[in-house]
Every structure is written in C-alpha cells, then in structure tokens.
C-alpha cells in the first residue's frame, strides 16, 4: 500500500483544516487506517485511528472533541477533519496504514506510511 497525505498548511488558532491520504493498492476495505504526527523534538505520536469499515473510530484526548477521522473505502481515501486549531497541534501529520489486526494506537503497528504533511498553527 502507497500512502500520499495532503492537506497541510498555516493556519490561525482557531481555524480548521481538513488533511486527506490517498491509498494505492488493493484491498484498502481492508486496511486500518491511522493519522499520527510529529512535533520538532518530539516522537511521533497518535491522533486518531479508524477501523476498515469505518465503524470504529478512536482518538487520542487531546484531539478528542476536535477532530474527525473518516474514510471513503469506495474512493481510497482517508480524511482528517481538525476544527479549533492551537498551535499545539502544529505538527507533520503522516497516514498510515496497518494491513492486519486491529485499530492500534501504537506507530509500530502500522506496516506503511505516508510522505506526512506539515500543518503550522499560528497563536
């Protein structure tokens, strides 16, 4: 599976930005799907993750309540809506993918991932 994330670019706190993953290959109905991003100096971490019917969704707490994952399993895409930006949350955001097992919050677990694309929160 070939991930391509876009999406990304400045923004005032407060504002919304909607990041998409483009998936190549087959079976993507198949595939769990993840968002996660890396701060300056930071390890990467989860933001959210989204079961391969898209039944299931779960969130790290610091997005909760602010951010959307979804999927379109018909097109191979993959979004992450972001309302109520803080510059907390000024990060390269990567896609990725895990072609077996369960919704995981840990980046191990994920088999692919995207190029990432950079969103900048400004205060």
């Known amino acids: 599976v070939q991930l391509q994330a876009s999406g990304g670019g400045l923004m005032q706190a407060g504002g919304s930005l909607r990041l998409s993953c483009a998936a190549s290959?087959?079976?993507?109905?198949?595939?769990?799907m993840g968002w996660f991003r890396q701060a300056p100096g930071k390890e990467r971490e989860f933001v959210a993750t989204?079961?391969?019917?898209?039944?299931?969704?779960y969130y790290d707490d610091s997005v909760k309540g602010r951010f959307t994952i979804s999927r379109d399993n018909a097109k191979n895409m993959v979004y992450l809506q972001m309302n109520s930006l803080n510059p907390e949350d000024t990060a390269v955001y990567y896609c990725?993918?895990?072609?077996?097992?369960?919704?995981?919050?840990?980046?191990?677990?994920?088999?692919?991932w995207g190029q990432g694309t950079l969103v900048t929160v400004s205060s």
């Open positions: 989204i079961s391969a019917t898209g039944s299931g969704t």
């Open positions: 990725a993918a895990r072609q077996r097992g369960w919704t995981s919050r840990v980046p191990r677990d994920y088999d692919n």
């Open positions: 290959g087959r079976s993507f109905s198949n595939i769990v």
